[in-house]
């Protein structure tokens, strides 16, 4: 695959003072890529959202927009990306129109392409009603609307979303999650949010941020394979004789939870009809049989709360 | 590019009351003291007319006009300049200027001239007073003009003064009283007199109202546009030289 690199991030670093929020973070976000950040509340999202936006400058590394250096070059790198951090940047005395209008002049869209430009954006986020109306009358979704409407206005080739879903009904939400998903195909889009559904709905990869280091980066579909489940729970009536299930053609090993419940791992086809039958044959009395699916909420609670338990026995030796 | 920024920040403070309010009070309190210059003058004029080269209705009405603007708009002007930058912090709206294809160089230079605009805009309306007279008698047109020229750079340099200060708080009214305490300290600066010679002349170089005084007297002096475009420039380019740390420091 030849897809564009949109975004290069090499080694960045970011100091508050003594603090560092964000250690040496690398990726690259491609064109046709959804990526989703996560990550607890101060993990160094935004942070790492602001840098990448040249809202921030960071303490080290370096950062590639469309093959253009964002510290050498920030004007061009910036026009093409858009961005709607965490607050959407809106100013409650303008309308819909005016704001969007003077958000088209500072990405220099030209005075010809402006009002379709406009149009575009307000119906892509659903703003075509409320064109008129002054932003700060406007309910928080709609503010959060017109903030995205700001950031896909001059049709950048990146667009970084800080929390887009966030104060938008069930309803909009939807809506927002099918617009990115859209954006998607033709655009790199970069957001963060704490929904971890709303990533598994939207992004094709995800990237999980704790304490400012990256510690988990894959793509949907080989996060998909590895939680696909190789596992099978198994709950019964009368204690199952683990060296009999072991024998079950397709699962490799038994491992016992309990008197009455056992996982059982299996590699190639599911063998949950051989374990079916097996049960019924030695007179078991089956219970439950299902598939040990890990979600992406396991994960990520694996990996930003194990980290902190360790710290604790840690610092409790 | 700065235009747009500009414009945005002049049409921002006609959305709200305060540059109407301000227009409405200057203008009468402007009036009135207008009006009682008039009748100042109205009453010396048949000893002055005697007088070989004798100061005209320019110097007795119009300077001291102008000279009152000054230090009027001394007072109001930090009201005008506060929120050119702390209000897009506090509504966290800078982001917006920072994340679109535009240098801070342009997004100051933008706000400074939407101040400038302003400030030229009621020089406008204060200048139809004194134009007025031209119904009844005829003034010194190049007297005016220099008043004028002078008064405008003043109010750049108090803009200039203002955007720095905004730049440095979310508050609003901090910038107000930093930039109404920056202004004041400069206005007042050449009133010590010391008695060392050099001293006094550095401070009344710095002073804001000495070089005023010359622009008033139809004096048109390359030190005092000098002394005006330097202020300027380096409030400008520490409210540059600010935001841009910012983006290191956060």
Sequence with gaps: ?????LIRAEGLYRHYGHYL?????????AQGEVLGFLGPNGAGKSTTMQILTGNLAPSAGRVW?????????????????????????VYRDLTVDEYLSYCARLHRVGRSQRGPAIRRAKARCGLDSVGRRLIGNLSKGYQQRVGIAQAILHNPAVVILDEPTVGLDPNQIRDIRSLIRELGESHGIILSTHILPEVQATCSHVQIIHQGRLVFSESMAELERRLGSRALLLETRQPPDPALLQEVAGVDSVEMLGETRARLHFDGDNPAEAVAAAVAAHGWGLVELALDRQTLEQVFVELTCGDTDQEREQEAA | M??????????ALFLSPLAWTILATLQLILAYLFLTQLDTFML????LAGIEGAPGVTDIVVAPLLQTVGFLLL?????ITMRVFSDEKRNRTLTLLLSAPVSITEIVLGKFLGMVLFFLLLLALLALMPLSLYAGTTLDGGKLLSGLLGLSLLLSAFAAVGVYMSSLTEQPVVAAISTLGALILLWIVDWSGSKREQVNGVLQYLSLQGHLESFLKGLFST?????????IATFLILTIRHLDQQRLTG
């Design chain 1, 1 to 5: 695959m030849g897809a564009k690199i």
């Design chain 1, 21 to 29: 929020a964000v250690e040496d973070i690398s990726f690259e976000l």
């Design chain 1, 65 to 89: 927009i469309d093959g253009i250096d964002l510290l050498d070059r920030p004007r061009r790198a910036k026009a093409c990306m858009g961005y709607l951090p965490e607050q959407p940047p």
């Design chain 2, 2 to 11: 700065v235009l747009a920024i500009a414009m945005r920040e002049l049409r």
């Design chain 2, 44 to 47: 010396l004029q048949p000893r």
């Design chain 2, 75 to 79: 007072l109001i002007s930090p009201a």
């Design chain 2, 223 to 231: 030190a005092d546009l000098a002394y005006y475009l330097l202020l």
